[in-house]
């Protein structure tokens, strides 16, 4: 048995773990990944990392290479097609999906990308690998832990080897997915309905494929028909793809062992393919019923399971990963007040119960609730069912393809390092995003004169945007606080008229983790008190 100690033990090396870990290595934050396999393969999971994830990924100097890596060219149009077969009637289509496209947008700092999960993945690992302060151990299984007033105790065993080991760390976070270990050990349940239905996940190389249809560049075709719903798409230009049969019918085996028919029968062609990897998966609504107990964490999907339409469950996870990094970093490195970390739940749940909500709503209109009798008649009749359905589709999926209300109008109003300002709280957005500087919400974005996004600018720590008429004798007030309980802060003294048009405000406090935590014309007369609240108390 070997004593070693860190900072921060981190289990599971998924895309939230891994963003977890160079969160806190660029903090200067030590910490341990511990991942039971190697995690390597094509495991088709997420497609889209989304705006708000490229934006952190932008502030972790990743955004970049992650668009390098991109399988599919960077133009390639995030387009969502919905026909009967792809040899069949085209219903719908949604241009732009998920605002993928490299056109700028004051709304956000990066666009979303089409990219696999495993890609992502393997940029994030090799990033956190870089990083001095992080270490990622492969094949080494989590199995016991104990906790007690200063840390953690974690046995840990070398799944190869057998051996077993003993880690050390002051906080231990367990981004260890549905099965969560850690969840288990610290006696936590999941609250809502599990099970919601059996779905099939494949990867298949089908080269002639894309030669073989006349739909159109998309990242998804939609199959509406009634014998086998699916929606499938490239992951690459060599003849990668990927194909979801959600809600599996009767009859179609769940384990994948009619994989290739699953294929041939929802898209209506026949054509030589390979099946690469089979992953069948279960849709749930669940919600950790804590996300914590004393030094121990959850997130990622080891605290919040939902059904993949929409595209949010490891993009709330990375999140997560940025709300929780702040705050571990503050807390370890003495500038986090007491109660820092139990906000960590209280900003987060909120966020993760209406994007469930989100989903499960998406999910439910997916192709068995599409399909008509009739729609893939020729004639007249058939064209009827088609453009209800169609219409039907253009309605109920906008949702699910263009929600940036969702992605971005998060705010976290109800917390108490949030100051608030006695404005009305905004509205819940989904489609429509329309940014708010009131306490708690994202800053709102824009691109600067020096062509540098406004999020570029700010400090690691705690921002402090001024519009160049605040009087510097404010703002030597919030520095001297600031330095008073050793709080990173940088001032960002911004001439650009929008910045007071979009804040409504003179001044605002934005936190490491871009949200702002206040705003107002003046800086109070006690900025220490204001700081010991953004903190998370004195
Ligand atoms: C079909 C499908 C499509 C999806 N599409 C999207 C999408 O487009 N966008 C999106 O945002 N999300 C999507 N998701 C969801 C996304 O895949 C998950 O939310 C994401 O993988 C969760 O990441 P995580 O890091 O929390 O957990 P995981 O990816 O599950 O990683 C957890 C890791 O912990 C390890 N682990 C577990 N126990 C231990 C232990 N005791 N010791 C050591 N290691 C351990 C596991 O081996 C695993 O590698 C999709 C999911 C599915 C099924």
Redesign the pocket.
């Known amino acids: 048995m070997t004593e070693h100690t860190t900072d921060v033990l981190i289990?599971?090396?998924?895309?939230?773990?891994l963003a977890l870990a160079i969160d806190l290595g660029l903090r200067s934050v030590r910490c341990i990944v511990?991942?039971?396999?190697e995690?390597v393969g094509l495991k088709?999971?997420?497609?889209?990392t989304?705006v708000r994830s490229r934006e952190l990924l932008r502030r972790w100097g990743l955004a970049e290479a992650l668009r390098r890596a991109s399988p599919l060219p960077p133009d390639y149009p995030a387009n969502i097609v919905f026909a009967t077969r792809l040899n069949g009637y085209t219903l719908a289509r949604f241009e732009d999906a998920f605002y993928c496209a490299r056109t700028r947008s004051d709304l956000y700092s990066e666009p979303g990308q089409w990219v696999p999960?495993y890609t992502l993945e393997e940029v994030l690992r090799q990033h956190a690998a870089r990083l001095s302060g992080v270490q990622i151990r492969f094949d080494?299984?989590?199995e016991r832990i104990a906790q007690d007033g200063t840390g953690v105790s974690a046995e840990v065993e070398d799944v190869k080897t057998g051996a077993r080991s003993t880690l050390r760390a002051q906080y231990l976070v367990g981004?260890?997915?549905?099965?969560?270990?850690v969840r288990a050990l610290i006696g936590i349940g999941m609250e809502g309905d599990g099970a919601l239905a059996p779905?099939l996940?494949m990867v298949f190389r089908a080269p002639a494929l894309a030669g073989l249809h006349d739909k159109g560049p998309a990242v998804m075709y939609w199959m509406v028909n009634r014998e086998l719903p699916a929606y499938l798409g490239p992951l690459d230009r060599d003849g990668l793809w990927f194909l979801?049969a959600p809600r599996l019918p009767g009859g179609v085996d769940p384990g994948g062992g009619d994989a290739r028919e699953v294929v041939h029968r929802s898209c209506g062609l026949r054509f030589d393919l390979e099946v690469v990897h089979v992953d069948p998966?279960t849709a749930h609504r669940l919600i950790a019923e804590r996300y914590g107990i004393g030094r121990v964490f959850l997130?990622?999907?080891?605290c919040h399971l939902h059904p993949?339409s929409g595209?949010?469950?490891?993009?709330?996870?990375i999140a997560d990963a940025a709300d929780l990094g702040w705050k571990l970093a503050a807390t370890l490195q003495g500038w986090g007040g007491p109660h820092l970390l139990g906000t960590y739940e209280i900003e987060r749940k909120p966020q993760h119960r209406r994007v469930i909500r989100e989903a499960v709503e998406n999910y439910e209109l997916v192709g068995d609730r599409l399909a008509r009798d009739g729609i893939e008649q020729p004639g007249a009749g058939g064209d009827r069912v088609r453009k209800e359905v169609g219409e039907l589709i253009l309605k109920g999926k906008a949702h699910e393809f263009r929600s940036l209300g969702v992605v971005l109008g998060g705010c976290y109003r109800d917390s108490p390092a949030i100051i608030p300002d006695g404005t009305a709280p905004p509205r819940e957005q989904v489609t429509e995003y329309e940014p708010c500087a009131g306490p708690g919400c994202l800053a709102p974005h824009f691109w600067l004169q020096d062509g540098a996004s406004l999020y570029d600018h700010f400090g690691p720590g705690f921002t402090l945007l001024a519009s160049r008429d605040t009087p510097p004798t404010e703002i030597s007030r919030l520095e001297r606080a600031a330095a008073q309980r050793t709080v990173p802060l940088k001032v960002l003294t911004l001439a650009d008229p929008r910045f007071s048009t979009l804040y409504q405000a003179r001044t605002a406090l934005v936190r490491p983790d871009q949200h702002v935590a206040w705003r107002g014309n003046q800086l109070p007369q006690d900025c220490l008190d204001l700081i010991d609240r953004a903190r998370g108390g004195p």
Do not use: F, Y
């Not at 289990?11 to 773990?17: F, N, R, T």
């Not at 511990?34 to 396999?37: A, C, F, G, I, T």
């Not at 088709?44 to 889209?48: C, D, F």
């Open positions: 289990v599971g090396a998924g895309p939230v773990g511990v991942e039971q396999h995690r088709p999971r997420a497609k889209l989304n999960q080494c299984r989590l981004a260890d997915g549905a099965r969560s270990t779905n996940n979801i998966w997130a990622g999907d080891a993949p595209g949010h469950g490891m993009n709330m996870g």
